[in-house]
Nanobody
């Protein structure tokens, strides 16, 4: 079992920055990748960024060049540095973990609101 707890969301003005954190606990040795997803009002949940246990990253086209995903293995934590934020980035951001054997875990989400 893996537990994920997000933090760092909040209100920010367009052009500003936020840093989200996701702390993993439990069977963390089984995690193969972690990532961030978001769901805006009236929209489907979408992938924002992922990072594997080896450090390989992938980003949605909408956030490339603005967001950076990183990890701190010692603290079992993944981060999402969000720069040049836009109102369209407003959403609930969810941390995700994939494990082997195959399973998926989700955090409870943290609200990010970007004002214009």
């Amino acid at each position: 079992q893996v537990r994920l707890v997000e933090s760092g969301g909040g209100l920010v003005q367009a052009g500003g920055s936020l840093r989200l954190s996701c702390a993993a606990s439990g069977s963390i040795f089984s995690i193969t990748s972690m990532g961030w997803y978001r769901q805006a009002p009236g929209k489907q949940r979408e992938l924002v960024a992922t990072i594997t246990r080896y450090g390989n990253t992938d980003y949605a086209d909408s956030v490339k060049g603005r967001f950076t995903i990183a990890r701190n293995n010692a603290e079992n934590t993944v981060y999402l540095q969000m720069n040049s934020l836009k109102p369209d980035d407003t959403a609930v951001y969810y941390c995700n973990a994939e494990t082997s054997p195959v399973a998926r875990y989700w955090g409870q989400g943290t609200q990010v609101t970007v004002s214009s």
